[in-house]
């Protein structure tokens, strides 16, 4: 073919693309067109017009849109810092640990160290935990009561969402995001999450860790659980030292907005009259919304960065997942920050095909692999036991009615609501692992 008759198939091609608005065709056959000498149409000099155009376009609103995510970044900091003398003084302070305060928290959870790293615990601060509990319960009641007068299909809305979060039994992830997921959430797991991160706070307190001005990440935070941990912690310590000024900043990252809903409605009821000094900011997303999800949060700034149960069962959206941790604590993990893990032991042990057996220095392998793959160097890890054993109790019910504590201001709703015909009890079988950059 020679060069004419293929200049003008190639303009022919050109046209029709552009009539059919296949851009990447058109684009292709432009530069086919311009690399073989010819001289463009006006047509085709229009279209290459609008491409330097979309191009130039481009780059502003990339150029914007990066002033605008750097300013949303600067206003964050500022709104978390709040950043006046007395907080500029407290900067680089931690709590220092009170022995009184330490040895109560010991005695009532009856902890008992096994070996060097499990704890068994199988008590509770009641002061604390009763009146915590107490509210929740009246909490979730109001909440039924309204959603009773609201809606006549209450119980198909609620059998939805107890078969969706029933999934975690089966080693299945569920979806959160029906109307009441919030709702069964907090009579079935909220307890137990809040019980385990308020002693995952408790060690870090006890190392001497916890700053007096801390910035906090918490990824899939659901309805605040990690936030929730920490306030009674340092509401609990009120009868053992003088508090010095807190200032705590809570950014939680959930992308089911109900969870974040309920939880703040709770904390404004419950946490904000005990004179707490903390400031939210909500972050409506998932964490697979795009490669870009750490770009979005600010760089070198947290002082935590949790994920506390949010570890996936589906092989391909956990891999997925620990690469994106990964890549926000690169980004927003400050020099001298922490990443606190909590994790449900068969989710840490089962992807490395290990099953639960006594043995230190193989758990020790498994936890430092985990570790690794977040790009983190682990400090330390405690695996925290209501039975004292890394292996299965073959009556776990009789030992939880016997030695562990009773969820008893929930349990009434738990057979209501949920139609389980035994009392709940707080108990765990969670590993707590502390790891820097």
């Known amino acids: 073919m020679n060069n004419s008759l293929a200049n003008w198939w190639r303009s022919h091609q050109f046209n029709e693309a552009v009539k059919s608005q296949n851009n990447r065709l058109a684009q292709q056959l432009l530069k086919q067109i311009e690399n073989s000498g010819a001289k463009l149409s006006w047509q085709q000099k229009l279209f290459k017009e609008r491409l330097q155009l979309e191009k130039l376009l481009h780059k502003k609103n990339d150029r914007i849109k990066e002033a605008e995510r750097h300013l949303e970044e600067l206003e964050m900091q500022l709104s978390f810092g709040q950043l006046d003398d007395s907080l500029a003084r407290i900067d680089q302070l931690t709590l220092f640990p009170d022995p009184k305060f330490i040895e109560h928290i010991s005695k009532s959870f009856k902890l008992i160290d096994c070996d060097e790293s499990m704890i068994q615990c199988t008590g509770i601060d009641d002061k604390t935990f009763s009146n915590f509990e107490q509210h929740l319960a009246g909490f979730i009641k109001n909440e039924f009561n309204k959603l009773n007068r609201e809606k006549n299909n209450i119980d198909y809305l609620l059998e939805q969402a107890i078969d969706d979060i029933q999934k975690l039994k089966e080693g299945q992830d569920p979806k959160y995001n029906f109307e009441l997921s919030p709702h069964v959430y907090l009579i079935r797991y909220f307890l137990d999450n809040v019980y385990c991160t308020y002693l995952a706070w408790f060690l870090i307190y006890k190392a001497g860790l916890l700053p007096t001005k801390v910035n906090i990440l918490d990824i899939a935070a659901g309805p605040g659980t990690v936030a929730y941990g920490l306030g009674l912690l340092l509401q609990s310590s009120s009868d053992f030292f003088s508090m010095p000024p807190m200032h705590i900043s809570y950014y939680s990252l959930e992308q089911q907005k109900a969870f974040q809903y309920r939880g703040l409605q709770f904390w404004r009821q419950y946490m904000e009259p005990q004179a707490m000094n903390a400031y939210f900011r909500f972050d409506t997303s998932s ?148 790891a820097k950059k």
Request: glycine content about 4%.
């Open 287 to 434: 964490i697979f919304d795009g490669k870009n999800q750490s770009q979005r949060l600010p760089q070198k700034f947290f002082d935590f960065i949790v994920i506390s149960h949010c570890f996936f069962n589906d092989e391909e959206r956990r891999e997925k997942s620990l690469l994106i941790y990964k890549d926000i604590f690169t980004n927003s993990l400050n020099d001298s920050g922490y990443a606190l893990l909590i994790i449900q032991d068969k989710k840490l042990l089962i992807p490395y095909n290990v099953r639960r057996v006594d043995d230190c220095q193989h758990e020790l392998s498994v936890v430092r692999q985990f570790v690794d793959e977040l790009g983190l160097n682990l400090v330390w890890y405690k695996y925290l036991n209501s039975i004292g054993s890394r292996t299965s109790h073959p009556n776990f019910g009789k030992f939880a009615r016997e030695n562990l504590p009773v969820q008893k201001f929930i349990s009434p709703l738990f057979r209501q609501h949920l139609k389980l015909p035994y009392e709940p009890h707080y108990g765990l079988d969670d590993y707590v692992i502390l």
